[in-house]
């Protein structure tokens, strides 16, 4: 039986009745994903951290505290960030589990540890989910949030909520590209990414996938979750800004020639930081999961030399260690 989009909506270009699609062209080529594994394996790649793996992570880790109750946000490794905001707290693609995997025996795992379990997490209200890749969304870690938060809302890309409702999991909501939504006092808007979407085989792109803004008293946050360059997404500033903080990915975009529609490089990064107009940007999808062809402290390196190039200080588009906040 052939499955076909029960959110189909023709007059949507990003709507297709077999799923969902980008509206740039596919930089895949066929074949594509052997060749670089290929490749990858008879070039030992990725390569370790400069110093190592143990050096890497005394750099780049600290365990995460949670004292005081000002407004300030987390990076808690790959995309995951919790945001407080007014006594309202939110997270976003909550992945604690030790492997970005459907098997845990297998796939890429962890280099640097998680710097806070759910038990450690403060009352969450919202989490935000970007889209259904195992390093974006972690079954085990979901399923201990809801337990732990019975309130909790969850808000979802466009046919992801089936996934939640058939584990049990209550209060989700799933929304549109464009679509806003109101929780406790906040407004969230689901905003376009370049990416895909799949859990197997069998399922690409049947549920969407993007980014979110909160709005709140006069704050805007911005998690891009995991996307390719495309100019369009300057549309984020101009219809849902101006972004007070941002989190866009700078990591796993390596080799450019199959990673460049999925997946930013550094420099792609700043340019989005410019172009959507972001007041200040924390850099995330790094140091976590070997997902690419990059060296873990990579992407630091080409941060620091992209922001040079375009002018801007170090503070516009910042590095934190993982665990580690800042104040808002």
């Known amino acids: 039986m052939v499955w076909k989009n029960p959110h189909y909506d023709a007059a949507k270009a990003h709507h297709?009745?077999?799923?969902?699609?980008?509206?740039?062209?596919?930089?895949?080529?066929?074949?594509?994903?052997?060749?670089?594994?290929?490749?990858?394996?008879?070039?030992?790649?990725?390569?370790?951290?400069?110093e190592g793996y143990d050096a890497f992570a005394q750099r780049w880790w600290q365990t995460a505290t949670f004292d005081g109750e000002d407004?300030?946000?987390?990076?808690?490794?790959?995309?995951?960030?919790?945001?407080?905001?007014?006594?309202?707290?939110?997270?976003?693609?909550?992945?604690?589990?030790?492997?970005?995997?459907?098997?845990?025996?297998?796939?890429?795992?962890r280099r640097t540890r998680v710097p806070v379990d759910v038990d450690g997490l403060p009352p969450i209200d919202v989490v935000l989910l970007s889209h259904n890749h195992y390093d974006h969304l972690d079954e085990r870690t979901v399923r201990a949030i809801a337990r732990r938060f019975p309130q909790v809302v969850f808000l979802v890309p466009l046919g992801l909520k089936r996934w939640f409702e058939r584990r049990k999991i209550a209060h989700v909501h799933e929304l549109d590209w464009w679509a806003t939504t109101e929780v406790r006092g906040a407004e969230f808007t689901f905003v376009p990414a370049r990416h895909w979407s799949a859990r197997s085989l069998w399922d690409r792109n049947r549920s969407l996938w993007g980014g979110w803004v909160m709005a709140r008293e006069g704050f805007r946050f911005w998690f891009a979750g995991d996307t390719g360059y495309s100019d369009a997404l300057a549309e984020i500033g101009r219809r849902a800004g101006p972004i007070d903080l941002a989190a866009i990915p700078i990591g796993a975009y390596a080799p450019r020639w199959f990673m460049r529609g999925q997946h930013v490089d550094p420099a792609e990064a700043v340019r989005l930081h410019q172009e959507v107009a972001c007041r200040q940007s924390i850099a995330i999808h790094w140091g976590v999961f070997e997902l690419a062809d990059d060296q873990l402290d990579e992407p630091p390196r080409l941060l620091?030399?992209?922001?040079?190039?375009?002018?801007?200080?170090?503070?516009?588009?910042?590095?934190?260690?993982?665990?580690?906040r800042i104040a808002l």
């Open 16 to 50: 297709t009745p077999e799923g969902f699609r980008n509206l740039e062209p596919d930089t895949r080529e066929p074949g594509g994903l052997q060749r670089w594994r290929k490749e990858r394996k008879e070039q030992g790649l990725p390569r370790p951290p400069t």
């Open 71 to 109: 407004d300030a946000a987390w990076w808690l490794g790959h995309a995951s960030v919790l945001v407080r905001h007014g006594g309202l707290t939110v997270l976003t693609d909550p992945v604690m589990g030790h492997r970005a995997s459907p098997l845990s025996f297998v796939g890429p795992a």
């Open 304 to 324: 620091t030399g992209a922001l040079a190039n375009a002018g801007l200080p170090d503070e516009a588009f910042l590095l934190l260690n993982i665990g580690s």
